[in-house]
């Protein structure tokens, strides 16, 4: 994916989501208030807009006449009729509009008036004028604006930030991950909201276009290589001779569209006006399936009669465009779906805006960095490269060869990452992450999720594993991703012209870090690399490596526990002081036996007693008891849960703690050290 893109789609898909989508939320609410109007606005209104059912109708004559009498000085536009169910005990009221958009409801058997109603009257029809925006001069604008601002930036911009670079992020993507925590919580559920109601929302927001936008409008036309529908044609009145009936020019249109669900008849507005009626036909195919019919007002000619099903493909595209922009397709389902798909974008606001400001706010707590991920790159097979830099370029607090620093995911999870450039690089840290087979999160967020363009939270640098001030030589060994603070340690170590060898051994040249790196190099004839599927010659000789360590000589080593208890007990055997040797574990073996003994913990803080059972560790019985304890590996090697002792003897497990600190005892790993005796009390 192209982080470029990303960068300045994020900020844009951002701010439409606070601006452009808050008019969207407002439309998406009412939208869906007002999906199942057809059936609620009746049974509402119930003498308003229903009337009993009867077996003979009023002429439409006599409905018009009841209408002018109840609104005399209004001008009429037109009739509207909707068939009734067969059986029903009511049936819909007749409906005059005038051209001031008032309508009068008339019992369609009496012709009584049941009473009068602007077209945005009652809750369903603010809810409407609402959603339309018609409360303002050009609503329409608006709403058109700002559907087509979202289906592009929102929608769209969304879809593609969502998109994950792997197909396996891909499947975590489309799933809701209940047991994050937070902003990440929030993160998670806006991203799978958007995608499945994505579909539902694009459609809705695209078919609104031809009703907000007449250049839309036309474009469907033109685009089918339709012509838009003619005006209607003129009647031709003899002179002095009177109008037909309407209800006879009703009779008529009923011989060609026998019994149809609705029909609008326009009362002509001028003498040589034709009788406009729009129908639509017992088999219409949607609500909006308009078949046009014009009558000559004096003689009862058809004037023009075009079907629904005869119209141009321009045409009917567009009466498909509003039956599937108010989900009048697929009968009730359609509704629903259009409903939930609307009640999708305030959940899509609340998650959006609402995890970005929570981001904005939570509070940085005091050491912590908030960093861009400048560059992430593909180093080798499995391992990313990920630089990152001040937001706004400025310097970053320094850091020397071997430090590392706690990188805080969004899930809640923090990591620890050895930084692997240059400690006399003042603008740039650099981390280097091999995705795990068996991760528990960590190397697959920061491989998966991860991009560039994105704020990364991170602690300062934390020197743990160090050069030490005092050596003449430094002997570097790295074991796989281990090489990380080896590489960075190089580098300083060729800078300041220091004698010093690397030896990086790894399974595969394809799964070997910084190859290329290290070639061009100036150290690159000091280093070593050892491939366990190589020629036995070039296989790394441990003995030989280690023999006779020269006086300031130094060792440095990371990599796997079993690979740095290797070189670790060689050294030692050769006679490696254990203050020379230095050792640096980004994992370890599991720890718990078969023999490990229950213990109780009291924590200081509030005298409480929790008991360790033995197939527990202490870390997992403060957390059931809801103490909160910070951890990251939870394998003894990253010393983040590392707790004070105030009493009892710790049996240390971790390799994070120094032989003098393990002997002070006055701190213990409760992720996996146990105690000697019966209870240890915790500075907790
Ligand atoms: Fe890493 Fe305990 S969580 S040492």
Same mark, same amino acid.
Not at 378 to 381: D, I, L, P, S
Not at 633 to 640: A, D, N
């Given at each position: 994916m192209n982080s470029t893109m990303r960068q300045w789609l994020l900020p844009l898909h951002r701010w439409s989501g606070m601006t452009v989508g808050l008019v969207i939320v407002l439309m998406a609410v009412t939208g869906a208030s007002i999906a199942f109007r057809p059936q609620l606005d009746p049974l509402l209104n119930r003498e308003l807009l229903t009337a009993p059912a009867c077996i003979s109708r009023a002429s439409l004559d006599a409905l018009t006449a009841s209408a002018v009498a109840a609104r005399p000085t209004a001008q009429l536009d037109y009739i509207r009729l909707i068939a009734g169910g067969d059986g029903d005990a009511r049936i819909p009221a007749a409906m005059v509009r005038f051209t001031d958009q008032g309508f009068v409801y008339l019992d369609?058997?009496?012709?009584a008036v049941l009473g009068q109603r602007h077209r945005w009257g009652g809750l369903l029809g603010t809810l409407e004028q609402i959603h339309r925006f018609r409360?303002?001069?050009?609503g329409e604008l608006i709403t058109g604006t700002s559907a087509l601002l979202f289906a592009i930036v929102l929608i769209g911009g969304g879809l593609y930030l969502w998109l994950p670079p792997s197909l396996r992020g891909l499947r975590r993507a489309m799933r809701f991950n209940p047991r994050l925590q937070g902003a990440a919580r929030t993160a998670s559920l806006h991203k799978t909201v958007g995608l499945y109601a994505s579909v539902i929302v694009l459609a809705s927001a695209l078919t609104g276009l031809p009703q907000a936008f007449d250049w839309s409008k036309r474009a469907l036309y033109s685009m089918t290589g339709s012509a838009q529908p003619a005006k209607a044609p003129s009647s031709g009145p003899a002179a002095g001779a009177p109008r037909l009936p309407l209800e006879q020019l009703w009779q008529r249109a009923q011989a060609l569209?026998?019994?149809?669900q609705e029909a609008l008849i326009h009362y002509p507005?001028?003498?040589?006006?034709a009788v406009e009626m729009y129908l639509i036909a017992?088999?219409?195919?949607?609500?909006?399936?308009r078949t046009m019919l014009d009558l000559d007002?004096?003689?009862?000619?058809?004037?023009r009669f075009t079907p629904y099903a005869a119209s141009s493909l321009g045409h009917r595209l567009y009466f498909w465009t509003l039956s599937l922009h108010t989900g009048h397709v697929g009968g009730t389902a359609g509704q629903l779906v259009l409903m939930l798909g609307a009640l999708c974008i305030p959940v899509l606001a609340y998650s959006g805006i609402g995890g970005y400001l929570r981001r904005r706010r939570?509070?940085?707590?005091?050491?912590?960095l908030t960093l861009k991920v400048r560059h992430k790159s593909?180093?080798?097979?499995g391992i990313c490269v990920f630089d990152l830099e001040d937001p706004r370029g400025g310097p970053l607090p320094p850091f020397g060869a071997g430090a590392h620093l706690d990188v805080f995911l969004r899930d809640g999870r923090m990591r620890q990452y050895s930084l692997c450039n240059?400690?006399?690089?003042?603008?740039r840290y650099q981390i280097c992450v091999q995705r795990e087979?068996?991760?528990?999160g960590g190397s697959r967020a920061m491989h998966d999720d991860v991009r560039a363009g994105q704020l990364i939270d991170v602690s300062l640098p934390k020197a743990r594993f160090a050069l030490a001030p005092a050596s003449r030589r430094s002997l570097l060994i790295a074991g796989g991703i281990g090489i990380t603070p080896l590489i960075s340690m190089a580098e300083d170590l060729a800078r300041r012209g220091a004698d010093f060898e690397l030896h990086y051994c790894t399974r595969t040249a394809a799964r070997t870090a910084f190859r290329d790196r290290i070639a061009r190099s100036p150290y690159a004839a000091r280093t070593h690399f050892h491939f366990? /599927?190589?020629?036995?010659?070039?296989?790394? /000789?441990f003995a030989k490596l280690l023999?006779?360590?020269?006086?300031?000589a130094h060792l440095y080593v990371c990599g796997p526990p079993g690979f740095l208890n290797v070189v670790c007990a060689t050294a030692r055997q050769n006679g490696w002081p254990d203050s020379h040797v230095h050792t640096e574990y980004f994992s370890a073996e599991s720890?718990?036996?078969?023999?490990d003994a229950p213990f109780d913990i009291r924590l200081a803080a509030s005298g409480k007693v929790l008991h360790v059972a033995s197939d527990k560790t202490a870390l997992e019985v403060l957390l059931a008891a809801g103490v909160e304890v910070p951890r990251s590996?939870?394998?003894?090697?990253?010393?983040?849960c590392v707790t004070r002792v105030l009493a009892g003897v710790p049996e240390h497990r971790d390799l994070y703690l120094t032989d003098a600190e393990r002997a002070r005892?006055?701190?213990?790993?409760?992720?996996c050290s146990r105690a000697c005796g019966a209870e240890l009390v915790l500075d907790l």
């Open positions: 369609p058997c009496s012709g409360f303002m001069p050009n569209v026998p019994h149809p507005s001028r003498p040589q006006a017992a088999d219409a195919p949607h609500v909006n399936a007002a004096y003689s009862g000619k058809v004037l939570r509070r940085r707590p005091s050491g912590r593909v180093e080798a097979e240059d400690p006399s690089e003042t603008r087979a068996h991760s528990r366990s /599927d190589g020629p036995a010659e070039q296989l790394a /000789d023999d006779a360590p020269s006086p300031g720890t718990r036996t078969a023999d590996c939870e394998k003894g090697v990253c010393g983040t005892n006055d701190q213990f790993a409760p992720c």
